[in-house]
């Protein structure tokens, strides 16, 4: 195992374990299967802050992209080496 596949390793911990962070803090958008099956009102009259919901879920992608691409980079890294 090389010094380069250690480091990926522990950089796809940290960065998954930030995605998890991210993902239960932000807000739940829907009712749930419950309001599926008795058919209630799907939108909720709130006004809620878009713009830190927004930029907590760009956030998120951009952290699951960035662990997307560091698993291909390690599996190349094992593969080639």
């Known amino acids: ?4 596949e250690i480091i990926a390793g522990v950089l796809m911990i940290l960065i998954s374990a930030v995605i998890i962070v991210m993902v239960l803090s932000q807000e739940s958008k829907g009712q749930g299967l419950s309001s599926v099956i008795t058919g209630s009102e799907m939108m909720s009259g709130e006004s809620r802050t878009r713009s830190k919901e927004a ?5 998120t992608q951009i952290a699951g992209l960035v662990f ?5 980079l390690v599996n190349l890294f094992s593969v080639l080496a």
């Open 1 to 4: 195992m090389s010094i380069l």
């Open 55 to 59: 930029r907590q879920t760009r956030a």
């Open 68 to 72: 997307f691409v560091l698993i291909i």
